[in-house]
């Protein structure tokens, strides 16, 4: 098995060239254009090859990576894994909970959606563009999910989700089976790793993820894995860029 990476050069609609130029040989860059109405629907677009990569790289027996710009595109990744017929539990590691609807979010931020939108909550228009069915909230873990708006914090709580403390916790509340790992670099202590459209204060340092990262790489059960990038235009010293892309490629062994 080997691994095959798709990058997608956006934060939503907003093109981030730096991730395509960052494409190695032989990787998939997805810049398939944005058609059809609303913001979604455009999205879509996007998320759609991912599912189509993501499946055929399964069935060739090969393991899905996917770099975005944005934690959206894990719905392509997600769709792709079902249509495969895998269904994992899902690792989501990122400093926020992504768990907001239109009714929790303050800010209406549809990058603060898709974790909901993956288990079956609030918008569904992209998950049902990608053919995706609701993922069982029982099989979610959101590991230091450290900034959380109140209504999405309600809305966790009452979910079957397995809400890790902490990410040195995480090894310990996994439970059996194939895993889809999720890596939102601004789970990086923003002290660290600033360059992100949203930091947080706090978190873990870029050596305990890695740490983390390379014991669950070692299980030998992360059957797809993708990471939301950092923003390269507040990255002037290259620092977030190579901490990010070092975890991750710590977590893929």
């Known amino acids: 098995m080997q691994d095959r990476t798709i990058v997608t050069p956006y934060f939503l ?5 730096q991730l395509a130029d960052m494409a190695e040989p032989g990787w998939m860059v997805n810049d398939p254009g944005f058609s059809g109405d609303g ?12 599912a189509d990569f993501v499946a055929d790289t399964l069935s060739a027996g090969d393991r899905p990576v996917s770099i975005a710009g944005d934690c959206c595109s894990t719905i392509g ?4 894994l079902q249509r495969a017929g895998v269904e994992p539990t899902l690792v989501w590691i990122d400093a926020h909970g992504d ?11 549809l990058g603060g959606m898709p974790l909901a939108m993956i288990v079956g909550l609030g918008e569904q228009t992209m998950p049902r563009s990608v053919g995706l069915t609701p993922h069982a909230t029982s099989k979610v873990l959101l590991s230091d999910g450290r900034d959380l708006d109140p209504g999405e914090a309600d809305l966790l709580n009452g979910s079957d989700v ?21 890596f939102d670099a601004d789970v990086i202590d923003a002290r660290e790793a600033p360059a992100h459209n949203y930091p947080v204060p706090g978190g873990p340092s870029s050596q305990q993820v890695q740490n983390v990262f390379a014991r669950l790489g070692s299980t030998g059960r992360v059957v797809a894995a993708s990471m939301s990038a950092w923003n390269p235009d507040f990255d002037q010293d290259g620092r977030t860029g190579a901490l990010s892309m070092a975890s991750f490629r710590t977590l893929l062994g």
């Not at 990744?77 to 792709?80: E, L, N, R, S």
């Not at 890790?164 to 790992?181: A, E, F, I, Q, T």
């Open 13 to 17: 609609e907003r093109p981030v060239p």
């Open 39 to 50: 913001e979604q629907v455009r999205l879509a677009s996007t998320h759609r090859p991912i």
């Open 77 to 80: 990744v997600m769709a792709g």
């Open 99 to 109: 768990f907001n609807t239109w009714e929790t979010s303050p800010s209406g931020f």
């Open 162 to 182: 397995i809400v890790v403390p902490g990410l040195n916790d995480l090894m310990g509340m996994l439970p059996d089976g194939p895993l889809y790992v999720h």
